[in-house]
């Protein structure tokens, strides 16, 4: 009774032309294995149309749509404490899967991990609420950064809009610990069908020996600021694939109903 009354409630706001509210799922990686990137992606994968990483040893610059499903980029799961350089599917507590790397001497100093999203909204878009998590895993004495930056033609990006650094002691017990941050991108003016591209930058910065384990996680994409929930109708991968978005949530924008769907990262 109460699933027909909301249902019902949702057919009325939409009659009327009221914006409409859901609650944003962020982009997560349950299910990543650590399995490597493919345009195709298998259980596990992660979808290479969308992902991009760059500075390893195995393939220092690939592009988008590169399948990579070996080495460097594909060094499974772990907890942490790992040695190898690479693309690992951390596990930072309670089944908490994230988007890790290990960076060494060869591996990722520096390096760049790459997120391509797509407005399909059919309108303008002015301004992006983004909020991520970066996990971080401080058992060496040598510090890293991770910076946030973002583009819309992959070329030159404006940054760094956060800026983030591992400790350089390291944790006598050393444990996965997290630091939030959002930001409203004003006036970025995303055209219909035009991409964005937000970039997260690392290299050495301070100390000497091996390199803290950390990654990213709970990403969040919005139109419009922290307040207005509206999710923002990204694609760049056939929703059937694991790991791509699908045609998402309540859409609002200019004080209308644009789109209505759901938003999600799957696997298969």
């Known amino acids: ?5 909301l249902f019902l409630m949702i057919v009325f706001l939409l009659l009327m032309g009221a914006p409409v509210l859901a609650a944003v799922t962020p982009i997560d990686f349950t299910g990543f294995t650590g399995a490597g990137f493919a345009p195709n992606p298998t259980s596990g994968q992660l979808d290479s149309d969308l992902w991009r990483v760059t500075g390893l040893s195995d393939n220092s610059s690939p592009s988008f749509g590169d399948t990579l499903t070996n080495g460097d980029f594909a060094r499974g799961s772990s907890t942490g404490s790992v040695t190898t350089g690479g693309i690992y599917a951390f596990d930072v507590g309670g089944g908490n899967i994230i988007l890790g790397v290990q960076p060494t001497g060869n591996d990722f100093t520096p390096g760049d991990i790459t997120l391509k999203l797509q407005n399909t909204t059919g309108n303008t878009i002015s301004n992006l609420y983004v909020a991520y998590k970066v ?4 058992d060496q004495n040598r510090s890293s950064s991770l910076d946030f930056y973002y583009s ?3 070329v030159s990006y404006t940054g760094p809009i ?3 650094t591992t400790p350089q002691a390291a944790d006598v017990s050393p444990a996965w610990q997290s630091q939030s941050f959002a930001t409203t991108l004003n006036g970025v003016n995303l055209a219909p069908g ?3 591209y937000l970039q997260w930058k690392s290299d050495d910065v301070a ?3 091996s390199r803290d384990e950390f990654g990213i996680d709970d990403i969040e994409v919005r139109i419009g600021g922290p307040t207005a929930i509206d999710l923002v109708e990204f694609n760049g991968q056939p929703a059937s694939s694991p790991f791509s978005p ?7 924008l200019a004080g209308g109903v644009l789109a209505f769907g759901r938003r999600a990262y799957r696997h298969r």
Request: zero cysteines; a neutral charge.
């Open 194 to 196: 035009a991409f964005i």
């Open 152 to 154: 819309l033609d992959d």
């Open 1 to 5: 009774m109460k699933r027909v009354a």
């Open 135 to 138: 996990w971080y895993y401080n």
């Open 246 to 252: 699908l045609l998402l949530g309540l859409v609002v």
């Open 162 to 164: 956060f800026t983030f």
């Open 207 to 209: 100390g000497s020996g």
